[in-house]
């Protein structure tokens, strides 16, 4: 499949997800297991109807591995922000990221509150609609709004912080220039599919993003757990790095 099959496979996915949860009943309903929601198993199985069919792998926070040994594998994150859909705040979204042998492919991050996608294929940019993505020229911590997953013991010396619940989103905030820096702070680390969405999306609006214990991000196991930290320009992160030293 090439990238333009690859993005429409995407969109599809976050058009299911949408459509499937459009008139759900209660969104605070609890699913299988704590910190689940029913609204994820159902946009779960939207998903994978549409991936399913395509047969590619899937890596999947709700449901695990599909289909192990693939070429092409999805890294999926049905609703990003389930706690924020649950309480009616609008900012969660679905994040899938396709994973070729060389890394992140293509990736859309599907705001499901604001009908916003953002999109990213390796090499050729990241997409809001019709415009194209930069991430802002922040060099400096003091003048930086960083958003944060978690909280971090002291004050990192940014300007403002924002803590929004969906790190996809934030990431995307990012790449686009609204958010200087998203950091996981105070112990708080990320599952692949929490952040390989965005991350591409970051990566191709000229963003730097990293794991602050120096670990590989492209990563696509159950269980892998990363520490991101993702900046709009070099020596930013590399403030954020330091201040997130103890």
Request: glycine share 14%; with cysteine.
């Amino acid at each position: 499949m090439d990238d333009e099959g690859l993005l429409d496979l995407c969109h599809r996915v976050v058009d299911a997800v949408g459509a499937s949860l459009d008139g759900f009943g209660d969104r605070g309903a609890p699913g299988g297991r704590p910190g689940q929601y029913a609204i994820d198993l159902v946009a779960d199985s939207a998903a994978l109807a549409v991936l399913d069919d395509a047969g590619i792998g899937v890596l999947s926070e709700e449901s695990g591995l599909h289909r192990p040994g693939s070429a092409l594998v999805a890294v999926l994150d049905p609703v990003d922000g389930s706690t924020n859909a649950s309480r009616g705040i609008g900012w969660y979204a679905t994040s899938i990221c396709v994973l070729d042998e060389s890394g992140p492919r293509v990736a859309v991050v599907g705001n499901l509150a604001t009908g916003e996608r953002y999109r990213a294929v390796r090499g050729e940019g990241a997409w809001n609609g019709d415009r194209r993505l930069r991430s802002s020229d922040c060099t400096e911590m003091r003048r930086a709004i960083v958003a944060i997953s978690g909280f971090p013991p002291r004050h990192l010396g940014w300007a403002q912080f924002r803590a929004f619940g969906a790190a996809a989103l934030e990431l995307c905030a990012v790449a686009e220039g609204t958010i200087d820096a998203f950091t996981a702070a105070g112990g708080a680390h990320l599952a692949p599919w929490d952040y390989l969405g965005g991350l591409l999306v970051c990566m191709e609006a000229g963003a730097q993003a990293c794991d602050l214990d120096d670990r590989d991000l492209c990563v696509a196991e159950v269980g892998a757990r990363r520490a991101v930290a993702a900046a709009a320009t070099g020596e930013l992160l590399a403030q954020l790095r330091s201040a997130m030293r103890p």
